[in-house]
């Protein structure tokens, strides 16, 4: 598949672009990870979704990925918006906090909330990185790269810290529109700190010896800025210059254009030759927020009676490069749509145990929709085109269900599994057994169901729609929903939202 080529929005260049390697064949991955202060929400999946989808497709091409994705347990402060960003540390706001008090100590906070992490991205079906790095187990990279910064000129010390001098790096600015002559007109705004020379001057390090989580350095006790360490874990897993470095658009500024100009500074090479960056999410049109109750996380949505691979499908139903609005609906159509790939995976399963003769009336067809699909993810990661060929697909499994040849059975298996390597809708990769189950036993009589939907089919047929309607309805007040599609009638569980 090496003709095959991977275009991209590049946010530093504002344009759509081939995925070029400096390795041929060898993708080379930094994408920013959670701070594991609490449970990460849908937005913050959307973005990790992003980044799985790009090492999807890379791979369905034939490319090698080594893939780092980092975990922030130490320096993420409050004001994280600004150029230097203040505030309270996140990790210590969040153990003084009502949900805090069951830890004994910061530390058992971030083992906490990262296990929990690592449970919702396992249930999302997204691939684990090579490389998952911890802040603080990189301490002395971080404090060896302040301290040269602070001899080549472009950093220094303070009462309070150690802070980049902008002024060193001409270039910063260049991928945010963020310059220093546009911080000094207070374009943006910047933390005031009378010890720095600029106040777009941004913070390596900051001295706190009452700090909950500190460490000893040259320039005394304290923790490190949050932008150093994605520089220093990015840097020793996958070498000076990124092939790829990917994020959400709040990261933009300051912290993925503070990674650049320390970064930069330090090598004398481009930190990253392509950037892409994942649109914000709404729910229900409106921003995320706890005061409208529509702050969603993924173990709310389990608790619900959402399916793990429904939420991932509606998180990825919408194009990274667009805002996406997540709706009780879109869930609903995206548990609709889950449940066509677990009837398509069945009956080829069905098929091929049958071991019908015949020959193979599907596989063209499904070849040439997987082909669409896959084309289409090259074409800047469009899901939105690649999930109708895969929904094509099951409505050409599911025509031939019944009669299925097991070689069509085969095209069927091969299908599902190429598009579940593609998009990881199809079926679960992860061991579940080893995480906790957040999601209730929702138990349903399926039997009982299937014989009021055939009651309810030979109701329409006798024109008694009144009761086709009341068995439709009682039903919903169950929580099953009926869905008529071509290939008959199927039920799911609503999701209680």
């Not at 933009?252 to 503070?258: A, G, L, T, V």
């Not at 019944?402 to 992860?430: C, F, Q, T, W």
């Not at 009144?466 to 290939?487: M, Y």
């Amino acid at each position: 598949m090496s003709e095959k080529t991977f275009r991209l929005y590049d946010t530093m260049t504002r344009q759509v672009k081939p995925l070029e390697t400096i390795e041929p064949g060898h993708l080379r991955f930094y994408s920013c990870g959670p701070t594991v202060y609490s449970y990460a929400h849908i937005g913050n999946f959307r973005t990790f979704l992003t980044a799985d989808l790009v090492i999807r497709t890379a791979k369905a091409i034939g490319m090698n990925v080594t893939y780092v994705s980092n975990i922030t347990d130490v320096g993420h402060l409050t004001q994280d918006d600004v150029a230097d960003a203040g505030g309270e540390d996140k990790m210590a706001r969040a153990l003084s906090s009502k949900e805090g008090e069951q830890f004994n100590n910061v530390w058992e906070l971030a083992e906490y909330y990262e296990d929990a992490f690592l449970d919702d991205w396992a249930r999302l079906n997204l691939l684990a990185p090579q490389v998952r790095p911890r802040a603080t187990q990189h301490m002395r990279e971080q404090i060896v790269a302040a301290e040269q910064l602070i001899e080549q000129g472009n950093a220094y010390e303070t009462p309070s810290g150690v802070y980049f001098n902008v002024e060193s790096f001409p270039t910063y600015g260049k991928l945010s529109g963020n310059t220093q002559e546009n911080l000094k007109k207070g374009v943006r705004e910047v933390v005031l700190d009378e010890n720095k020379r600029e106040q777009a001057d941004f913070a390596l390090w900051k001295k706190d010896d009452k700090h909950l989580m500190q460490w000893y350095s040259p320039f005394g006790w304290g923790f490190p800025g949050w932008h150093l360490e994605c520089s220093v874990m990015a840097r020793k897993y996958l070498g000076d210059t990124l092939d790829l470095h990917a994020g959400g658009e709040d990261l933009i500024f300051p912290h993925h254009e503070c990674e650049i100009a320390q970064s930069e500074a330090l090598t004398g090479k481009p930190f990253s030759n392509h950037w892409i960056h994942t649109r914000f999410l709404q729910v229900n049109g409106e921003k995320m927020s706890k005061s409208l109750g529509n702050f969603y996380t993924v173990r709310f949505l389990l608790e619900k009676g959402a399916d793990p691979l429904a939420i991932r499908y509606a998180l990825i139903s919408g194009v990274y490069t667009k805002p996406l609005n997540f709706t009780d609906q879109s869930l609903s159509d995206a548990m609709g749509n889950l449940e066509r790939f677990k009837r398509s995976d069945a009956a080829v399963a069905a098929g091929i145990e049958a071991g019908r003769p015949g020959d193979d009336l599907i596989g063209a067809n499904l070849e040439e929709l997987y082909d669409q699909a896959l084309d289409s993810m090259l074409n800047d990661l469009n899901t939105s085109v690649a999930l109708a060929k895969a929904l094509e697909g099951t409505r050409v499994i599911l025509r031939d269900a019944e009669s299925m040849s097991a070689a069509s059975a085969d095209s069927g298996k091969r299908y599902l599994d190429r598009i579940n390597d593609l998009l990881g809708i199809v079926r679960p990769e992860h061991d579940l057994d080893a995480h906790q189950s957040h999601a209730p036993v929702v138990k349903v009589d399926e039997a009982r169901i299937e014989q009021l939907i055939a009651d309810r089919n030979n109701a329409k047929k006798a024109k008694d729609y009144a009761l086709a309607d009341q068995i439709r309805k009682d039903l919903d007040a169950e929580g099953i929903e009926l869905r008529d599609t071509p290939e008959g009638t199927v039920w799911v569980v609503k999701s209680a939202l």
